[in-house]
């Protein structure tokens, strides 16, 4: 069965770091296109990352460019998010997802993890 779960979300300070991991199961990792995404309470669902199948690419929301590092471990079916300098408008529900195709739009990615709370205090 495919299977996306995400951890280390936490409370953290306006400031601080936290890494974001994702590992992938059930066939889903191999050539698939590795993306992040979150949701604020009453906001839509947006795109903050997304890494290519073999790591040669890599996109950013604006908002997050310079702050956020997404990587990937194709032999350990993992992925991850680097998140540095944390701003109190970064609290979300994060969520790893996979798909075939490089995109910043929801709808191309098939596969969703269960998603990670980030808090972020001022």
């Known amino acids: 069965q495919a299977q996306l779960v995400e951890s280390g979300g936490g409370l953290v300070q306006a400031g601080d770091s936290l890494r974001l991991s994702c590992r992938s199961s059930g066939g889903i990792y191999g050539a698939y296109t590795m993306g992040w995404f979150r949701q604020a309470p009453g906001q839509e669902r947006e795109f903050v990352a997304a890494i290519s199948w073999n790591g040669a690419e890599t996109y950013y929301e604006d908002s997050v460019k310079g702050r956020f590092t997404i990587s990937r471990d194709n032999a350990k079916n993992m992925a991850y998010l680097q998140m540095n300098s944390l701003k109190p408008e970064d609290t979300a529900v994060y969520y790893c997802?996979?798909?075939?195709?490089?995109?910043?739009?929801?709808?191309?990615?098939?596969?969703w993890g269960q998603g990670t709370q980030v808090t972020v205090s001022s």
């Open positions: 997802a996979a798909g075939p195709h490089f995109s910043t739009r929801s709808t191309s990615y098939p596969f």
